[in-house]
Every structure is written in structure tokens, then in C-alpha cells.
């Protein structure tokens, strides 16, 4: 992943042209942050629904509402969400998966009336028995263009790692039941295992505080 991060320090660049063990953040050789901005400091937010490359239509509303809860309870900046059928959304005409010239990133933020936005992209999903997702997620401050956050990851429940992490999410969060009972259903509920993945794409979003 040593290559995700050189490419995420490019970004900036690019968009101008356009008890429980602690197990939380997570690893930062998926993420990106930003050491020259102060993510508290950025202002309304808006984060647009999630656009989406897997064959299931559903995960894309499943993930932008577990991300936009798990935001929310981070209280790092205020926050909208914008659905992608929003008329002013659409009125917009962009593509998710394109850089943004600043003239679009300033009709960006005065049609959504917000200081950065927050995009990005189900890469891909499966179901129980083997439920994975990838997410391709970027935050850009309005004002200037510059990559205030990136993430690109895969979670997959057969990864001993994941595994390993989804136990301490449970044991850090006190759920009541038995923890074999919920464990399993972390790895069959597929809502339950989009919000675990939510948990922990917000603990990468850190401040200067």
C-alpha cells in the first residue's frame, strides 16, 4: 500500500488541475491525511451518496448512511448528506470518478452551500459466507482544491486481521450477547458488518485538537 500513499500525495496537485485493546485508528498505510490541514477547522460538509461498482444496488445507500451515523458521532465537522438523485447534486453535472477543476469545486460549493465535500465509491461487495467491501473515498476542501483525506481499503471477513478487529470492535463497544453469537452475525449481517467498516473509516479522520 506503500504506493496508495504516494499516489494520495499527488492528489492535491491533480485536483488544482481539476479495557479492550486499542485497536483504533486503524493502520494508516490506507488512508491519507492531510498534516498541513486541520479537518475541525474545515466547516460544513457535504458528503454525497456514494456511488457504486458492485452488482448490489442497495450498498450504496447501506454505506453512505452508516458512514454519514459514524461521521456524526466523530463530531469532526458538520455534515449533509446529498443523494445523488438531489437536483442540485445532479444540477452539477460531475463525475465522481474525475478531477475537478476549481471553478467546478466552486459551483460545487456554493450550489451545496458547503466548505468541502466528501466523495467516493463502493468498489465492490459480497455477501455472506464470505462478505467483503472496498471503498474508495476522498474529502476535498472547496476553497482551495487540496485533498483534505483519502482512504482505499477492502474488508474481507475471512482475513484473520479483519477477524481479529471486528472482535475488539465488539468487546470495545460492550454489545450485550454472547460473543461467539456475535461475531457470527457480524459475518452474516451484512448491515451490521457496513457499519463495523464505517467505525472504522471514521477513526481515520484525526484533528490537530
Not at 463525475?95 to 458547503?114: F, G, H, P, V
Request: aromatic letters at 10%; a neutral charge; glycine letters at 4%.
Amino acid at each position: 500500500m506503500g504506493s496508495l500513499k504516494k499516489v494520495f500525495l499527488l492528489l492535491p496537485v491533480l485536483l488544482l488541475g481539476c479495557g479492550a485493546p486499542e485497536l483504533f485508528p486503524p493502520p494508516n498505510d490506507y488512508y491519507y491525511l492531510n498534516p498541513n490541514k486541520d479537518l475541525s477547522a474545515i466547516g460544513r460538509t457535504a458528503l454525497v451518496e456514494l456511488a457504486n461498482d458492485s452488482a448490489f444496488s442497495q450498498i450504496s445507500s447501506d454505506a453512505t448512511e452508516a458512514l454519514f451515523q459514524a461521521l456524526q458521532k466523530k463530531q469532526v465537522f458538520g455534515l449533509t448528506v446529498i443523494h445523488q438523485n438531489d437536483p442540485a447534486w445532479r444540477s452539477l453535472q460531475l463525475d465522481l470518478n474525475s478531477a475537478y477543476t476549481l471553478e467546478q469545486l466552486s459551483a460545487i460549493r456554493k450550489t451545496l452551500n458547503c466548505d468541502a465535500v466528501l466523495i467516493g465509491t463502493v468498489t465492490g461487495f459480497k455477501p455472506y459466507p464470505h462478505t467483503t467491501i472496498g471503498l474508495r473515498l476522498k474529502l476535498i476542501d472547496l476553497q482551495d482544491g487540496q485533498l483534505l483525506w483519502a482512504l482505499e481499503q477492502i474488508w474481507d471477513t475471512t482475513d484473520k486481521t479483519t477477524e481479529y478487529r471486528i472482535k475488539n470492535y465488539y468487546r470495545r463497544h460492550n454489545f450485550v450477547g454472547s460473543a461467539t453469537l456475535r461475531e457470527q452475525l457480524m459475518s452474516t449481517s451484512s448491515l451490521k458488518f457496513v457499519k463495523f467498516v464505517a467505525y472504522e473509516t471514521a477513526e481515520t479522520l484525526q484533528t490537530k485538537r
